[in-house]
């Protein structure tokens, strides 16, 4: 998915920044290098090294990881060499055992997982910790996902103009939610329309989530040898509650 739309995604979440202080804030409080897995272009991975921290950041994506090389090349060499990325899937990543204070797992990421892979994946991170090691998950509300209409109907989600392009860029999406497996398919529409009046170009690509509520992530977290810390709502750290519009989970290994 992210290979197809490398390009847009970052342009869509160029403003998303809330997160960066509360991840910084974590980072201050663990003490040793830092895991992130599904990493992308760098948008979290970036400001942490900026900030002194050594960073190694996983992802599936080769087009994602591309961007994050080239934003990296235009960082001062001490910020370079705190950074080590690698390109693989979070669920089989070889990593090195009791490395590192703290894991994140950043914005929606741990949501392509169906259950199975939420396991593998937490019993890589399990290993790659030190002993009473951070985890940070950051996910949307499920509450909020379970309660989105499935109508299969395609709906403007953004329109915006490519700085490189000059296209104009409408972002479209259709949702599918199968509430018994609690799935939500979302398929995605780029129509890009060049300023010279030329050919529309189209871009499509779907994307499984699986979303989890308070209660299955907990229970997740204890069968991986995790023990939940906090349920927040927001970067505010609010408590978590049906109308947040997050649902941040940070857990210590035991």
Known sequence: M????????????????????????????AHGPIL????????????????GYDVNGVDNSAAMLARACTALQNEPPQVQGRVTLLQADMTAVNLENGRFALAIIPYNTF???DSAQKAAALKRIRHALMRNG???IDLINPFAMAATPNDHTLSLENSFTDPQTGDTVLQMASNHLDELSQQLRITWIYDASPPDGGPIHRTVTAADYYYLFPHQIELLLQEAGFQLLTLFGD?????FTEESERLLVTAVLV
Do not use: K, M
């Open 2 to 29: 992210y290979d197809q739309i490398a390009h847009y995604y970052d342009l869509t979440h160029a403003n998303l920044t809330d997160d960066i202080d509360f991840v910084l804030a974590l980072a201050q409080n």
């Open 36 to 51: 992130e897995l599904g990493c992308g272009s760098g948008r979290l991975l970036l400001p942490l090294a900026r900030a």
């Open 111 to 113: 949501l392509h997982l």
């Open 134 to 136: 951070r985890l940070f």
């Open 235 to 239: 970067y505010d750290q609010s408590s």
